[in-house]
């Protein structure tokens, strides 16, 4: 069936370095993605988006990039600070459809 | 920030109480969402509407009831809850599709207890 994955359900990450958080999805028609951050005790908070138009969009310390051959999404997160501790999912919107799909998270902790 | 409200934070109830889980949003958006998610796991939409008077219901069968009576309203009943609702409830709003404004934005999420 159609669904959107992570590859790796826990990273560790010393405080300092580049983070890479990995999405798979299964859908050639999605065109839309989405990825969110949800610290513990809160709801999923909007980080980046890129459309399938394109294959990389940077944002504030972040970078998505998206390989459409591959249907591989990845989150980029530069100079990696306890603050990004949380859990990070990758979302998809298939053209025409009204909803998003949510895969499973990944647990980013920031080793101080 | 999204200005898009929850209450009750926490909830703890007793099985077989009629309970309401309140959401609102201030962004003027057509299209709101419902969504249950238990700790460290995915999120499985429940509900969602298009827009004033419209509901329908998500991939996930739930036992609740949603209305659209006001666009910044959307609030889910359940009629009697059962230790099997216990969960993390999270309320989501977005422009309609076509307005290349997707994004989704989520209130703070219910986290209901039903001993």
């Known amino acids: 069936g159609e669904s959107v994955g992570l590859h790796l359900p826990t990273l560790s990450v010393q405080e300092g370095d580049n983070s890479i958080i990995n999405c798979a999805y299964s859908n050639s028609a999605s065109d839309y993605f989405i990825w969110y951050k949800q610290e513990s005790g809160k709801g999923p908070q909007f980080i980046i988006d890129i459309r399938s138009n394109m294959d990389k969009r940077q944002g504030q310390r972040v970078t998505v990039l998206l390989n459409k051959t591959v249907k591989h999404l990845s989150l980029q997160i530069a100079a990696t600070q306890p603050g990004d501790s949380a859990v990070y999912f990758c979302a998809e919107n298939k053209a025409g459809s009204y909803q998003l799909t949510f895969g499973k998270g990944t647990k980013l902790s920031v080793i101080p | 920030e999204a200005d898009i409200y929850q209450t009750p934070r926490y909830l703890v109830i007793g099985t077989g109480k009629k309970i309401t889980l309140e959401c609102s949003q201030t962004?003027?958006?057509?299209?709101m969402y419902w969504y249950q998610q238990d700790p460290g796991m995915e999120l499985h939409l429940i509900h969602y509407s298009y827009g004033v008077n419209s509901t329908e219901k998500g991939d996930l069968s739930s036992e609740s009831t949603v209305s659209r009576i006001r666009t910044e309203h959307f609030p889910l009943t359940l009629e009697s809850a059962r230790p099997s609702h216990t969960s993390q409830y999270l309320c989501?709003?977005?422009?309609?599709?076509?307005?290349?404004?997707?994004?989704?934005?989520f209130g703070p999420g219910t986290r209901l207890l039903v001993l």
């Open positions: 989501a709003s977005s422009h309609l599709p076509g307005q290349g404004k997707e994004t989704q934005y």
């Open positions: 962004m003027g958006h057509d299209k």
